[in-house]
């Protein structure tokens, strides 16, 4: 759909087939998970920290991503890998093993930035998502190669360095795509809330007004033109004071326009750009002969990531991104809120602190004796 083409019959097939694919690779995850930890208990002879959830999750996430297209385990990786390091963020917060960092986020974006403009100044790999994304917010009038021209006697508006590639003014330059994306911006949020919207618009038509001067599509705008508008200032400032034209202003532009996410914060992005650059830094490395190519990265990336988000699904739910663990309880149809986590709070994870108030029914045909006695002792709670 985004590529805007027909698909043909072959395509049709080969996509009916993807789908049908990565409908068994995820099915197979999350009953191959089921199955791995009854093995697990059934050899170990007992439940621990980690074998409740931990070590039966990476046996099963790696075998069930074995199955997945080659193609899509690198963005499955990515996925999972930005919603564990949230996960495990929040898990050393609990335990009082670090202190939540102010403006974290910004600190996280601006490096992403630095490292992600510098790349895009530099890099031939004009195929890659990433590259074919930035393009489109900022420009690729920085691509140019500069054209040294006779110093100008325009002034003010129009005032532009010789080694600047764009034709008008630099704060025209900078201006006029700072208008564009505040607009483009505020747009494309409004839209997507009334697609999103849909059904209750159709229910109730006054809600349109009140769902399009919404502040956040203000702030959606105010974070591209911002962004977009610092990434060119800079380049432009920087020829100004510096007299050439260099690559590395890219890292100054990155630094302060990542500032700009102040305005439309939202961890889920940022910590997925930021796994997102490191994966592309990475393979930029291999290439180079800088780095080492490690085989099968992205299926144990995969698996131990996968692996941190079924522990905290079972241990420390209230670790989670709320959003995760409701994805968590669609999937499962809710089951995965059933178990009794008040008999794992003695692992330490404060494993009942989601659900307090969680009362669990059993069918006393399969307890055990021994689980009768206990659980009559502790009250039925």
Known sequence: MLSGKVPSKNGLKGLLRSIVQSAVFLAC???????????????????GLYTSALVPSFIASFLAILIERPSRRSPLAIYVTNVASETIYNMLISRGIIKPLPHGQILIFSLTMAALFRWY????????????????????????????????SRGGWDKKHQLCPHTGGCIQYSFHVMLRRFVSGWGI??????????????KK?????????QSKHLKFGAFLASFT?????????????????????????????????????????????????????YYEGVKAGLMPHIPGFAIL??????????????????NLKPSYWKFLMRITDKKIG????????????????????????YDENHLSDVFKLSWNNRGGK
């Open 29 to 47: 995850n999350g009953s191959a998970f089921i199955a791995m930890f009854c093995i697990v208990r059934k050899l170990n002879g007992k439940l």
């Open 121 to 152: 100044r530099t890099t031939t790999d004009t195929r890659n998502f990433q590259f074919k994304a930035l393009r489109a917010v900022l420009g690729n009038e920085e691509l140019k190669p500069a054209i040294i021209t006779n110093p100008s």
């Open 189 to 202: 949020h409004a839209c997507l809330s009334l697609l999103l919207s849909l059904p209750k618009l159709v």
């Open 205 to 213: 038509p006054s809600l349109l007004w009140p769902l399009l001067k």
């Open 229 to 281: 508008g610092l990434y060119r200032m800079i380049h432009c400032a920087m020829r100004w004071i510096r007299g050439v034209d260099s690559a590395n202003h890219s890292i100054l532009a990155g630094l302060l326009a990542g500032t700009s996410v102040g305005f439309y914060p939202n961890s889920s992005i940022v910590y997925y750009l930021a796994w997102k650059t490191l994966e592309t830094m």
């Open 301 to 318: 990336i995969y698996s131990f990531s996968t692996s941190i988000l079924f522990h905290a699904g079972v241990l420390e739910p209230h």
């Open 338 to 361: 059933l178990m009794n986590r008040f008999l794992l709070d003695v692992m330490g994870t404060n494993s009942s602190k989601l659900l307090p108030d969680f009362q669990p029914r």
